[in-house]
Each structure stands twice: as structure tokens, then as C-alpha cells.
């Protein structure tokens, strides 16, 4: 009879363990899909030089992304926004504090409320190349989020880009 209890104890083990390593590889194979699988975007930016990734926040179709800083001629604070269409960043307004030399001098520049707005520029792209500059101070907002661009990058040339966010990466995030 001890025999049997022997084989029946050595069976179950047997058992457990393969239940065991067919659980672990279900999540795996959970966790490797879901780390795959597209479920929206995110605004990365990254070091030009590195590749490290500096920024990592969610977007969606028409969020709003500007650079904001001060002009390095006019010393006034210059705004220039993009709107997320896809992957394609499309550039759709910049406003400036004072008009003069290094602004546009051939566009539909208005004043509005002291503030000239240059509404609708003639640009979009997948990828913005920034050199955030220690004196023009140089910060990212997107949909309202503000980030130092010069903090974070140290004044290093970044890139900027509109990718594609995990489902783990929003599931992890939300």
C-alpha cells in the first residue's frame, strides 16, 4: 500500500509542476502580446545622440504639442504648437511678443490682444529636431503637461516624434 501512496504522491507532484510551468507560460505569452500590441500613441522624445528616451507621455488624434521658449534676437517668448494627426505632427500656429528680425516676414501675421499670432504655418512632419538652449529655455507641453526640455536633456539636440504606445505600456500607465 505504501508503494501506491509513493506513486500516487509522485504523480501529483508531477501534476502540480506542469500546471505550474503552463500557467508561467500562458502569462508570458500574455505579457509578450500585450507588450506587442498597438493601443494607442505616446509623444517620445529622445536624446539625438544616445537614443535614450527622455519623454514617453500618451496622445491621441489632435492633442496639442508646443515648443515654447524665448527667442534668442527678440528676447520675447515664442510658442510654436503642432497638432497630432496620425503619426504626423502638423504645425498650426506660432505666436510671438514682438515682431522683428529671425520671425516670418512673408506670412499672415495679426496682432491678437497684444500677441502676434502666425495662424496655420506651412509645415508637418513625423519628427521635430530640437537643440533646447539653456538661455532660450527651451519647454515641451503637450495637451497642458509641461516639461523642461533643457532639464531633461541636459541642452542636447532631442527628437521628437509621435510613436506607438503598448497595451502593457497603458495598461502599466493608467
Avoid: C
Amino acid at each position: 500500500m505504501s508503494a501506491f501512496i509513493d506513486r500516487l504522491r509522485e504523480h501529483s507532484g508531477r501534476r502540480a509542476a506542469l500546471l505550474v510551468a503552463v500557467v508561467v507560460g500562458l502569462l508570458l505569452a500574455t505579457v509578450t502580446a500585450a507588450a506587442a500590441v498597438p493601443a494607442g500613441k505616446q509623444l517620445t522624445v529622445t536624446d539625438q545622440e544616445t537614443g535614450e528616451v527622455l519623454i514617453q507621455t500618451p496622445v491621441h488624434e489632435n492633442s496639442t504639442v508646443s515648443l515654447v521658449y524665448m527667442h534668442s534676437v527678440q528676447k520675447s517668448r515664442v510658442l510654436d504648437q503642432y497638432t497630432v494627426r496620425g503619426h504626423t505632427l502638423v504645425y498650426t500656429r506660432m505666436e510671438f511678443e514682438s515682431y522683428g528680425w529671425g520671425l516670418p516676414s512673408r506670412s499672415d501675421v495679426r496682432e491678437v490682444n497684444g500677441t502676434f499670432v502666425l495662424a496655420d504655418p506651412d509645415w508637418q512632419g513625423r519628427e521635430l529636431h530640437v537643440k533646447p538652449g539653456r538661455v532660450a529655455g527651451h519647454h515641451l507641453i503637450v495637451d497642458g503637461h509641461d516639461y523642461d526640455l533643457v532639464e531633461r536633456s541636459d541642452a542636447r539636440a532631442v527628437t521628437i516624434r509621435v510613436t506607438d504606445r503598448s497595451l502593457l505600456a497603458t495598461l502599466l500607465h493608467s
